[in-house]
């Protein structure tokens, strides 16, 4: 899983900035490594230089193969609390989907043996 960043020039993105964030990434959504091929990270706060309650955004946005991307996005005090509930978000939405292609490939192999049968 490629991991990229966008933000802000007014957010200083250094390594030391980013490598907690990608070490987040790495664990949280290891169960989807195979399946998301980029993760995008965007990063804003949305009232620039004044200072806000809830004013950081984090947007994610998970690109997984033959699928339209999945989109999370949250708003924090910080930008630690906005990826940390971006990220539950997609996650979410990434068992959801999951979880609806099980169904559905479940539902086509029992149409299938019932075809077989008939």
């Known amino acids: 899983m490629v991991i990229q960043f966008d933000t802000p020039h007014s957010i200083k993105a250094t390594d030391a900035f980013r490598a907690p964030l990608m070490a987040l990434f790495n664990e949280k959504l290891e169960k989807f490594d195979k399946q998301i ?7 804003s706060d ?10 950081r955004r984090c947007l ?4 997984i193969a033959g699928m339209p991307h999945v989109v999370a996005t ?3 005090d910080s930008y630690e609390q ?3 509930g971006a990220i539950h978000k ?3 939405s990434l068992h959801s989907i999951h979880d609806r292609l099980e169904h559905s ?3 086509a192999k029992q149409e299938e043996a019932t075809d077989i049968e008939e």
């Open 60 to 63: 994610l946005e998970a690109h």
């Open 37 to 43: 091929s980029r993760l995008e990270v965007h990063l």
């Open 46 to 55: 949305e009232n620039g230089h004044k200072n806000g309650v809830n004013d």
């Open 82 to 84: 906005a990826v940390d």
């Open 74 to 76: 949250h708003h924090g």
């Open 105 to 107: 490939h479940r539902a």
């Open 90 to 92: 997609l996650i979410a």
